[in-house]
């Protein structure tokens, strides 16, 4: 056999199985979506029906299940994202600004950039029990005797937390800062050197470059790692649940069931931190273990319910990346 032979029958073989890894490729793409179309049809089959204004300002009662609503779980989630993104989002550029613009390339920042690498990959329920250590039972200080502290205008803090939303967003803070870091770092380190550069050039300080700068140029990689984080938090359960977190709460924390109320009593937002609260995936998690047949659509009518917000976020926040990447100018 001539080497030309050998050659095209070399050739065949490589195009062959470049075909079969194809083949391959679509076959599990496919597969993938044929999957989430099946859960998302089956899921809006059992329960678009039930997603109406009664079943999101509503209780779960226990007489009348088909009554039941998810109103405290909806509070509940909104306060805990709101706090987990006030406590994470800004730790977390802070903390990746610091590392790739102002520490030096010591041992020590290493260590804590591979540890930071290795966080994001660690499973949600070792942070549940770190935050159940560490913010609910503040390692067992208060075990003897509970305090409340009196704040400013009327607040009051118990110690240790308990089982607050401020623990649940402190245990979702640490769950989501190191993806943020991790995204922020690459996001930065993607800007080039010469804007840097050229800033410095032209007479400004090191903090007007990264605040005027860099931090604009790398908002769009930022809210990339926001999206990630935010999306992983609000529908974690296993956490929230080693926390404290309520599955049958028959109250809106603190109190508020509407928007107007916040506006009437505003000294009442001082004790949504320290309230006790339910969450939607616990909520959810409740309910399909309850035997009664209809909370098998309760459960995917509050999936729906979870979905549609979670899209709202990362609509929100992809509309201010690309927004951002508009006005980019290398």
């Known amino acids: 056999m001539s080497d030309t032979s050998i050659a095209t029958e070399l050739l065949s073989r490589s195009r062959q199985r470049g075909r079969w890894f194809e083949y391959a490729c679509w076959l599990a793409t496919w597969s993938a979506m044929a999957i989430l179309v099946t859960l998302l049809f089956v899921i809006l089959w059992q329960g678009l029906a039930y997603v109406n204004w009664h079943f999101l300002s509503n209780y779960k009662d ?79 200080i208060f075990a003897h005797k509970e305090l409340v502290v009196q704040g400013p205008l009327g607040m009051y803090m118990p110690l240790p937390l308990g089982s607050t939303i401020i623990s649940g967003a402190l245990t979702l803070s640490l769950l989501s800062l190191p993806v943020i870091i991790v995204a922020t770092q690459e996001a930065l380190r993607a800007v080039p050197q010469s804007l840097r550069h050229a800033s410095i050039a032209l007479g400004a300080t090191r903090w007007q470059t990264v605040s005027g700068q860099v931090l604009p140029a790398a908002l769009p990689g930022i ?16 956490p929230l649940i080693v926390v404290g977190c309520g599955v049958s709460i028959f109250e809106c924390p603190p109190g508020v069931e509407s928007p107007t109320e916040l506006l009437s009593s505003p000294e009442l937002l ?55 990447q508009k006005h980019l100018n290398w």
């Open 62 to 140: 226990e007489l009348k299940p088909a009554d039941s609503g998810i109103l405290p779980a909806l509070w509940g989630s909104f306060w805990l994202m709101l706090l987990t993104c006030v406590l994470s989002i800004p730790v977390g550029i802070g903390a990746a600004v610091y590392l790739e613009e102002y520490s030096t390339d010591s041992w020590l920042t290493r260590v804590i950039k591979l540890n930071l690498s290795n966080l994001a990959g660690v499973p949600s329920i070792v942070y549940g029990i770190l935050g159940l250590t560490v913010f609910a039972r503040m390692f067992d």
């Open 223 to 238: 809210m990339t790692g926001v999206i990630l984080s935010i999306s992983r938090a609000i529908g974690e359960t296993a």
């Open 270 to 324: 001082l004790q949504v931190p320290f309230s006790s609260y339910t969450a939607l995936p616990a909520t959810l998690y409740n309910w399909a273990s309850d035997p009664r047949p209809i909370f098998t659509h309760k459960v995917a009518a509050g999936i729906i319910v979870l979905l549609v917000v979670l899209m709202a976020i990362n609509g929100l926040a992809i509309y201010i990346r690309n927004r951002a």
